[in-house]
């Protein structure tokens, strides 16, 4: 599976972006997305994440009630709806694909992610 993420730019504080990564290959469906970024010199962190069928969704709880993850499985796309950003969301975002065990703890890990987007930065301004 490659995947291919976009939708990041420059927004000021209150804006909203929506993230797209699109996937190659036919197994799209079977898995597990997530969303991550990384801010500079900080580590990878989790964002959110929606199960293959798009009925389960996980958010970090610095984005929940703001950000909107989905997926459209016939056009192998998972999306990202970004609303009410802060300048602390500013951060390069990368989508990733899996098959991480349907539990709050282990979709977090990255670890469970074997495929990754290139990354998109996303710049809050105050």
């Known amino acids: 599976v490659q995947l291919q993420a976009s939708g990041g730019g420059l927004v000021q504080a209150g804006g909203s972006l929506r993230l797209s990564c699109v996937a190659s290959g036919r197994t799209f469906s079977s898995y597990a997305m997530g969303w991550f970024r990384q801010a500079p010199g900080k580590e990878r962190e989790f964002v959110a994440a929606?199960?293959?069928?798009?009925?389960?969704?996980y958010y970090a709880d610095s984005v929940k009630g703001r950000f909107t993850i989905s997926r459209d499985n016939a056009k192998n796309t998972e999306y990202l709806q970004m609303n009410s950003l802060k300048p602390e969301d500013t951060a390069v975002y990368y989508c990733a694909a899996g098959d991480p065990p349907d539990s709050s703890r282990d979709v977090v890990r990255p670890r469970w992610y074997a495929y990754w987007g290139q990354g998109t930065l996303v710049t809050v301004s105050s």
């Open positions: 929606i199960s293959w069928s798009g009925t389960t969704t």
